[in-house]
């Protein structure tokens, strides 16, 4: 079955880093849309980054230039790599799949069908 386990996350102080990981397994993960979202206590969740299956990204404007999303098709692994991190970065970051027909663009991430626990990054 489908399953996508975050790890990664932690607390940072302002201006640091970190890195999320995504292991996906159960479906053909190099066909499919991925992204991560994020929520705040209080707060909706919103699209922070999604990459397709050619690699083209998108990042939302608050993370553009600080955050960048990849993938390592060979360990079926998502990224989120972290840089320059504000106290309003903190939330619980959730990884997302999608499957799409060949030659469809990726949907809004809110539409994405897969989704993992969630990990929890902290910024003081």
């Known amino acids: 079955h489908v399953q996508l386990v975050e790890s990664g996350g932690g607390s940072v102080q302002a201006g640091g880093s970190l890195r999320l990981s995504c292991s996906v397994s159960?479906?053909?993960?190099?066909?499919?849309?991925m992204g991560w979202s994020r929520q705040a206590p209080g707060k909706e969740r919103e699209g922070v980054a999604s990459i397709d299956r050619h690699g083209s990204t998108i990042y939302a404007d608050s993370v553009k230039g600080r955050f960048t999303i990849s993938k390592d098709n060979a360990k079926n692994t998502l990224y989120l790599q972290m840089y320059t991190l504000k106290p309003e970065d903190t939330a619980m970051y959730y990884c997302?799949?999608?499957?799409?027909?060949?030659?469809?663009?990726?949907?809004?991430?809110?539409?994405?069908?897969?989704w993992g626990q969630g990990t929890q990054v902290t910024v003081s």
């Open positions: 997302a799949a999608h499957w799409i027909p060949y030659g469809r663009s990726c949907p809004p991430l809110y539409e994405y069908t897969y």
């Open positions: 159960g479906f053909p993960y190099s066909r499919y849309c």
